[in-house]
């Protein structure tokens, strides 16, 4: 197999470092094999090397291929479900384990980037905001459910003026404010996370594309070229596992998403934007996100794709976008624009498990993932070493298979989407 090279973008253009492993060519055999390069997979191999376990990585393109490479780089308290969605599936003593691990996964950022001195560009502070007096009044409960149900405390309510000296758009009438969230650059982040594992002694293979896994108590992992014998396997694909595992396929849905980064803004332009430098998203549910590169170009991120067809002319498109929200760049232009594929499930809730005692896996993070994605890492690893408790939280969440089959639930969730889109402009 022939490793695709990452997808032209601002975060490769602006990559601090460039690894690159070998393809798998032999037989290989170690404790634990884990399947994708991003950052549930990094992490994975990470916590388990410091638990003492040989760990094999097999990644199908570049590490920091996927999502991980990708995304808006907002890291964001909960889950791209709503704390009720959870209470229905797991009661509300269990949601509040949830909500505190969705906590602690931010916190695992921080240590991650502190420990292993990751240059990634973090920055603290992140807004969700409204644009109709409907959504005004969900900020408002949702600031009462998370202090008073979920002891979730230093959220701030910025509305009118305060709102429009923070940020600078007519479009908003209110915004829910967390100084524990931020944003990053992903790819370096995940870049960093990759060279942490492998400094700790995994060994990482690139276009190494697992074709199949024979299923036994010592598990065996075929590559095009190669194979992985095992004690363990973790499945770190999320959006691009394909076909390897039937079940999990059909819980998990690829979707396209998109970014544009702007032109080199400068410093007083860009401020005058968003002036305290903060990560920011709409609460549509086709929502807009957008937040400031350390270089000071806008980087704004939306529209999705249910279809798997990109956008014509997506620099343009993403421009029109930003300009929406921003008319006062309606001169500026996109440098770089480009997409990729999140893993959502059917109810936007991230979906954790086992296929058998010895194969973990963790997936449909729903555009949620910068923060989570390392905490599944970290708790497949605490299973895998006989700690469960947490990991098995996650487990208890019970997934649907998307209707329609393979070949039709792409055009029922299209459809599906129709309507979701006509709502938000109610």
């Keep these: 197999?022939?490793?695709?090279?990452?997808?032209?973008?601002?975060?490769?253009?602006?990559?601090?470092q460039n690894l690159n492993y070998p393809t798998l060519e032999e037989e290989n055999s170690c404790d634990v094999c884990v399947i994708g390069g991003g950052i549930t997979g990094a992490s994975a191999a990470l916590h388990l090397r410091q638990k003492g376990y040989e760990v094999t990585l097999l990644e199908s393109n570049r590490v920091a291929w996927g999502a991980s490479g990708r995304s808006g780089g907002q890291y964001i308290f909960g889950y791209s479900c709503s704390q009720k969605v959870l209470e229905k599936n797991v009661g509300k003593a269990d949601a509040k384990k949830l909500w505190d691990l969705s906590i602690d996964s931010i916190r695992l950022v921080n240590q991650l980037i502190e420990e292993h001195q990751i240059e990634c560009d973090q920055v603290a502070g992140q807004i969700s905001v409204a644009l109709k007096p409907r959504q005004h009044r969900e900020l408002i409960e949702w600031?009462?459910?998370?202090?008073?149900?979920?002891?979730?405390?230093?959220l701030q309510l910025y509305e009118g003026d305060e709102l429009k000296s923070l940020l600078n758009s007519e479009r908003y009438l209110a915004g829910l404010f967390d100084p524990q969230s931020g944003h990053l650059h992903p790819m370096n982040y995940t870049l960093g996370l990759m060279r942490a594992a492998e400094k700790a002694g995994t060994m990482i293979f690139e276009g190494s594309k697992a074709t199949k896994i024979e299923y036994s108590d010592n598990p065996v992992v075929y590559t095009e070229k190669g194979s992985v014998k095992c004690k363990y396997v973790i499945l770190a694909g999320n959006a691009y596992l394909g076909d390897l595992a039937e079940k999990l396929e059909k819980r998990i849905m690829p979707v396209g998403?998109?970014?544009?980064?702007?032109?080199?803004?400068?410093?007083?332009?860009?401020?005058?934007?968003?002036?305290?430098?903060?990560?920011?998203?709409?609460?549509?549910?086709?929502?807009?996100?957008?937040?400031?590169?350390?270089?000071y170009r806008m980087l704004f991120g939306g529209r999705v794709s249910y279809s798997k067809i990109d956008p014509w002319n997506l620099a343009e498109t993403m421009r029109k976008r930003m300009v929406t929200v921003f008319p006062q760049l309606k001169e500026v232009k996109m440098d770089y624009a480009w997409g990729g594929y999140v893993g959502i499930t059917m109810n936007r809730a991230p979906h954790f498990g086992r296929l058998r005692n010895n194969v973990y896996f963790a997936q449909g993070f729903s555009g949620h993932g910068i923060a989570l994605t390392g905490m599944a890492g970290k708790l497949m690893a605490e299973a895998l070493a006989g700690t469960a408790e947490k990991f098995d939280l996650f487990e208890k969440i019970s997934h649907n298979p998307f209707p329609g089959g393979k070949y039709m639930r792409t055009p029922g969730l299209v459809l599906a989407m129709a309507y979701f889109r006509l709502r938000d402009m109610l």
């Design 1 to 16: 197999m022939t490793r695709l090279e990452h997808e032209p973008s601002y975060y490769v253009a602006s990559a601090n």
């Design 143 to 154: 600031k009462a459910e998370l202090e008073n149900d979920y002891d979730y405390k230093g």
């Design 257 to 295: 998403t998109y970014i544009g980064a702007s032109e080199v803004l400068g410093k007083e332009r860009a401020k005058s934007l968003i002036s305290n430098n903060m990560g920011v998203c709409d609460i549509n549910f086709v929502l807009d996100y957008y937040r400031l590169s350390k270089d």
